[in-house]
Nanobody, 128 residues
Framework: QVRLVESGGDSVQSGGSLRLSCVASGYTSGSYRAAWFRQAPGRELVGVAAIDSRGGTTYSFSVEGRVTISYDEDKNTMYLQMKDLKPEDTAKYSC??????????????????????WGQGTQVSVSS
């Protein structure tokens, strides 16, 4: 079983920066794809950024140029570095991951249905 635990969420002012972390434990061998999602109160869960085993990344239009996703394989930790935060970035941020053992390198994805494991989320609040 795989467990994902997020941390790093905080309350910041508009224009501030945060670095979120997602530590994966358990059976994480093989290829992977992982991503960050967020959900604001009364809103749907949406993808923010994604990364795969080959280092490929993709970002949603709303955060392009303001965030960077990375994965430290030695620490089994995924990061989301955010800058120039805006009030509309306020949401609970959750990490997700899937691991594969069939020899195929699955590409990054921002679709919730492509992920098997989820963390419980960390809150980010941005005030104006």
């Amino acid at each position: 079983q795989v467990r994902l635990v997020e941390s790093g969420g905080d309350s910041v002012q508009s224009g501030g920066s945060l670095r979120l972390s997602c530590v994966a434990s358990g059976y994480t061998s093989g290829s992977y794809r992982a991503a960050w999602f967020r959900q604001a109160p009364g809103r749907e869960l949406v993808g923010v950024a994604a990364i795969d085993s080959r280092g490929g990344t993709t970002y949603s239009f709303s955060v392009e140029g303001r965030v960077t996703i990375s994965y430290d394989e030695d620490k089994n930790t995924m990061y989301l570095q955010m800058k120039d935060l805006k009030p509309e970035d306020t949401a609970k941020y959750s990490c997700a991951a899937s691991y594969y053992f069939d020899g195929y390198s699955y590409t990054r994805s921002l679709r919730t249905s492509d992920y098997s494991y989820w963390g419980q989320g960390t809150q980010v609040s941005v005030s104006s």
